[in-house]
């Protein structure tokens, strides 16, 4: 299984994107979902994740501007990025989690998919 992030793009410092990712739908039911970004460079990192349940947990550099949601029915999971800075350019992924921890390494289940690039400017 491969997860597909899309619906990045450019937009200028202080405004919003929505990404989305789809998957199998078992796969909301059985397992967490996360969203990862990685810049060049720097290691990929967890910013959001939601689990089965629907609690969620983000990471402190995005805590208040994003929102992860998820519509199982439509086997799809949602970033929802507000007040975006120059900072958050990176390409973003979706994934399973194997930790629901923010810190934790980020150890998936399924393959990664290509991502989708998401560029502010300033």
């Known amino acids: 299984v491969q997860l597909q992030a899309s619906g990045g793009g450019l937009v200028q410092a202080g405004g919003s994107l929505r990404l989305s990712c789809a998957a199998p739908?078992?796969?909301?039911?059985?397992?967490?979902m996360g969203w990862y970004r990685q810049i060049p460079g720097k290691s990929r990192e967890l910013v959001a994740v939601?689990?089965?349940?629907?609690?969620?947990n983000y990471a402190d550099s995005v805590k208040g501007r994003f929102t992860i949601s998820r519509d199982i029915a439509k086997g799809t999971a949602f970033l929802q990025m507000n007040s975006l800075n120059p900072e958050d350019t990176a390409l973003y992924y979706c994934?399973?989690?194997?930790?629901?921890?923010?810190?934790?390494?980020?150890?998936?289940?399924?393959?990664w998919g290509q991502g989708t690039q998401v560029t502010v400017s300033s």
């Open positions: 939601i689990t089965t349940d629907g609690t969620t």
């Open positions: 994934n399973a989690p194997r930790s629901l921890s923010i810190q934790a390494p980020p150890q998936v289940f399924y393959s």
């Open positions: 739908k078992i796969i909301f039911r059985v397992r967490a």
